[in-house]
């Protein structure tokens, strides 16, 4: 079993920056890719952020300039540091791998999710 921990969310006023980090656990035999999406309230849920394990990066356009995403893989642990944040920011923010659990076989996990408000 592979589970996703996401941590980090938080009110922040505009202007401010949050950090997000997300750690795998479980039997991974390798991490593909990590990222993150996030879902306003009445909207779909959009892509924020990838990154694979060697470090190629994809932004939405929304967010590029302002943040920022990295990978520890010795960790196993997905970072997006967000700058200059506005209110359009706040959604709820999810953390998904791409995991290679054994030699044949890959498996898509999502975590719980974390609030980011951004709010004067």
């Known amino acids: 079993q592979v589970q996703l921990v996401e941590s980090g969310g938080g009110l922040v006023q505009p202007g401010g920056s949050l950090r997000l980090s997300c750690a795998a656990s479980?039997?991974?035999?390798?991490?593909?890719?990590m990222g993150w999406y996030r879902q306003a309230p009445g909207k779909q849920r959009e892509l924020v952020a990838t990154i694979s394990s060697r470090g190629s990066t994809n932004y939405a356009a929304s967010v590029k300039g302002r943040f920022t995403i990295s990978i520890d893989n010795a960790k196993k642990t997905v970072y997006l540091q967000m700058n200059s944040l506005k209110p359009d920011d706040t959604a709820v923010y999810y953390c998904?791998?791409?995991?290679?659990?054994?030699?044949?076989?890959?498996?898509?996990?999502w975590g719980q999710g974390t609030l980011v408000t951004v709010s004067s």
């Open positions: 998904n791998s791409l995991v290679r659990i054994s030699i044949i076989r890959d498996l898509e996990v």
């Open positions: 479980g039997s991974i035999f390798n991490i593909n890719t």
